[in-house]
């Protein structure tokens, strides 16, 4: 069973940066795209960013693109987000997310997430 | 982007009723179409994809249907655990989108 735990979330500055991690385990990490989700306080769920398996492919939502960063250390099963320019706007719970295919899919697993704050 | 639209956002329900939520999305998504469960609190939970297969370990009472831009979750007789929001979501464009929710309330 997939299991994720993500680390790295805060209380930051507007404009200033934080890196997100996600440490994967359970399942064959390299063989799966990966995602982050964002859901701001009592808001919905935000699609953010995915890196497929062979990290060829990496996308981002409008609202991050030239700000986030998305990579993936296969050898340490992990995923990093790491996150620029920050806006208030960015404030939200982070969730990593595993894609069910190696290049896209649902998410069928996810990490109990963590908590990002930008504000001054 | 795709808009998924969510209606109604908040039913209250009955338990041991029915219940079917409906995902409407702008235009066709196909079959590539996802539905989870989250409670206050948790993370999501992952419980139909590819419009109507069910999600390892998620019980026959859960049934997704639809294709293109009509889709539905149904409930069978309702628990008190069933109790949630749930999301839709288009994994056939980019961006990926979610629908904004419906909340199930307890009747």
């Known amino acids: 069973e997939a299991h994720l735990v993500e680390s790295g979330g805060g209380l930051v500055q507007p404009g200033g940066s934080l890196t997100l991690s996600c440490v994967a385990s359970g399942f064959s990490f390299n063989e799966y795209a990966m995602s982050w989700v964002r859901q701001g306080p009592g808001k919905g769920l935000e699609w953010v960013s995915s890196i497929g398996s062979t990290r060829r492919l990496t996308i981002y939502a409008d609202s991050v693109e030239g700000r986030f960063t998305i990579s993936r250390g296969n050898s340490d099963n992990t995923v990093y987000l790491q996150m620029t320019s920050l806006r208030e706007e960015d404030t939200a719970m982070y969730y990593c997310?595993?894609?069910?295919?190696?290049?896209?899919?649902?998410?069928?697993?996810w990490g109990q997430g963590t908590l990002v704050t930008v504000s001054s | 982007e795709v808009v998924l639209t969510q209606a109604p956002a908040a039913l209250s329900v009955s338990p041991g009723e029915r219940v079917t939520l409906s995902c409407r999305a702008a235009r066709t998504v196909t079959h590539r179409l996802a539905w989870y469960q989250q409670k206050p609190g948790q993370p999501p939970r992952f419980l139909i994809y590819d419009a109507s297969t069910r999600a390892t370990g998620v019980p026959a009472k859960f049934s997704g249907s639809g294709s293109e831009t009509q889709f539905t979750l149904t409930i069978n007789n309702l628990q008190p655990e069933d109790y949630a929001v749930y999301f839709c979501h288009q994994y056939y464009f980019w961006p990926h989108t979610f629908g904004q929710g419906t909340k199930l309330e307890i009747k």
């Open positions: 997310a595993k894609q069910n295919g190696n290049d896209d899919g649902p998410f069928d697993s």
